[in-house]
């Protein structure tokens, strides 16, 4: 008789945490990785997912206080026992933020919170932090979102959870705003306000430096074109040693005051030279959408 064939262990990752904090973007990271995603899963049904024969070897289930059947010590209790009898490796990931920023989220967006619909958001916020305490005390993996932009919580899920460790070092190229913060995941900063601001010029502040008239501007600048080749030389050079000490992620981020016109074209235009020197980079631009709008649970997004 032949030897039985290797069987891969089904991966779980469960994910939880404070609405507003950012899980509904965390899942969407997931999926683009490859794991299976299903979220506000009910508690009771669980069993149903996870140890079962299935070809999704790697599901991540979304839950959260909104979730059917949700008792943060019968999730416990259950986890305990798929990974204590029935020998399933779980890892549970909490996604947290300090209530002044989810307050802030909420306000924002103007949604009401699920534990507090006639009553302060704040009320909620306080009261689910309560509820969630346990969760937070179990979890393998702690996220803290409050100074986090979209583009930082997708990079760091990108970090903790692509199914296999890169084969090569990912570079991404991003653009930001320094009205609102320097990124805190950016390796290499690159200001970028030394730059004539499109912003001022008549026809150019409601575009963007993906639009072509913001580009041929700023190249008009007597020292854009001298700054960005010091700019490319020098990470030309950083890469590959960056890649040779082991480094599996690099964050190269370009700011300018609103992070609508010089950095952005800055960054797409240091990707192009990045792509044509054999790396290939994730492009983002931090402030060309809403940030508040994006992590709050819920909301869809193209």
Not at 97 to 121: I, M, S, Y
Not at 239 to 258: D, M, R, S, W
Request: proline content about 5%.
């Amino acid at each position: 008789m032949g030897e039985k064939p290797q069987v891969t262990p089904q991966r779980i990752l469960l994910v939880t945490g404070m609405l507003g904090a950012g899980k509904s973007t965390a899942l969407r990271e997931l999926e683009d990785l490859g794991w299976e995603s299903i979220d506000n899963f009910p508690i009771r049904l669980l069993d149903r997912l996870v140890g079962q024969d299935s070809d999704a070897f790697s599901l991540a289930i979304g839950f959260d206080c909104r979730t059917r059947g949700f008792v943060p010590s019968d999730v416990i209790d259950q986890v305990k026992h798929w990974v204590e009898e029935e020998n399933i490796p779980i890892t549970t990931l909490f996604l947290d933020c300090t209530g002044n920023e989810l307050e802030r989220r909420f306000n924002e967006t103007r949604r009401r919170h699920f534990l507090a619909q006639d009553l302060p958001v704040a009320s909620g916020i306080a009261a689910e932090r309560e509820l969630l305490a346990p969760l937070r005390r179990w979890a393998d993996v702690l996220i803290d979102t409050t100074d986090f932009t979209v583009n930082d919580l997708k990079q760091t899920i990108r970090e903790q959870f692509s199914q296999s460790a890169p084969q090569q070092m990912t570079v991404t190229v991003s653009s930001f705003g320094f009205s609102r913060g320097t990124p805190p995941t950016a390796d290499l900063v690159f200001d970028m306000r030394f730059l004539d601001n499109p912003h001022w010029q008549e026809g150019l502040r409601e575009q963007t430096g993906l639009d072509a008239p913001v580009g041929e501007f700023i190249e008009r600048n007597a020292v854009f074109a001298s700054s960005f080749e010091k700019i490319r030389s020098l990470l030309l050079e950083l890469l590959p040693h960056y890649a040779e000490q082991g480094k599996a992620y690099v964050n190269i981020a370009f700011g300018c005051t609103g992070g609508r016109h010089r950095s952005v074209y800055t960054a797409e235009k240091m990707a192009q030279v990045l792509r044509d020197a054999g790396f290939s980079p994730t492009v983002l631009h931090r402030n060309l959408g809403s940030r508040a709008a994006e992590l709050v649970e819920g909301t869809q997004h193209p």
